[in-house]
T-cell receptor
């Protein structure tokens, strides 16, 4: 089945130690997104890639970076995690941008910062 | 102003009964999409149903239907014949046209549904 895969499902890191979360998709979708969801809140978009074009949200901290080496993979790098970065990180894909297409989410990675 | 409003923080429903989860939205775009997602305690965001702003008929997907009232700007989710496995958080979301290259789902605050036997 076509799907969005995130690894690992749970990640524990230390304060200030760089961490990378990964996302892959077999849907061959053009757009990939990273959302951050803190406890009891709605997801918040960090950035998205439309093909190779990177689009950052205005309020995304510089501590968060992303890479998309090919259509299938997208990575979220947190350069110096703080305690406030503990959250669920959700990757999503969409065939294209705009109001018509559905965004499909992966299972998420729960990040714990010690 | 809130773009997506879900006024029910929590709802209870008995197994096999129907339940309606409310959602109102605010947009000046003519073209937009409305979505409902289910998020169980595992954290995965599961797509349930989509309604386009130009769709004249209400969307249905199995036990899920979307009661779309464009003039009232409401997009309520109806779950028929509730099952215990329907217990989860439910998010209403909207996707507008592109503006300044931003392309995101705007989520409501969610409604936690509990189904009891």
């Amino acid at each position: 089945d076509a799907m969005v895969i995130q690894n690992p499902r749970y990640q524990v890191t230390q304060f200030g130690k760089p961490v990378t979360l990964s996302c892959s998709q077999t849907l061959n979708h053009n757009v990939m997104y990273w959302y951050q969801q803190k406890s009891s809140q709605a997801p918040k978009l960090l950035f998205h890639y439309y093909d190779k074009d990177f689009n950052n949200e205005a309020d995304t901290p510089d501590n968060f970076q992303s890479r998309r080496p090919n259509t299938s993979f997208c990575f979220l790098d947190i350069r110096s995690p703080g305690l406030g970065d503990a959250a669920m990180y959700l990757c999503a894909t969409s065939r294209t941008r705009g109001p018509v297409d559905t965004q499909y989410f992966g299972p998420g990675t729960r990040l714990l910062v010690l | 102003a809130q773009k997506i409003t879900q006024t029910q923080p929590g709802m209870f429903v008995q197994e096999k009964e129907a339940v309606t989860l409310d959602c109102t939205y605010d947009t000046s775009d003519q073209s937009y999409g409305l979505f409902w997602y289910k998020q169980p305690s595992s954290g995965e965001m599961i797509f349930l149903i989509y309604q386009g702003s130009y769709d004249e008929q209400n969307a249905t997907e199995g036990r899920y239907s979307l009661n779309f009232q464009k003039a009232r700007k409401s997009a309520n989710l109806v779950i028929s014949a509730s099952q215990l496995g329907d217990s989860a958080m439910y998010f209403c979301a909207m996707r507008e046209g592109l503006f300044n290259n931003t392309d995101k789902l705007i989520f409501g605050t969610g409604t936690r549904l509990q189904v009891f036997p």
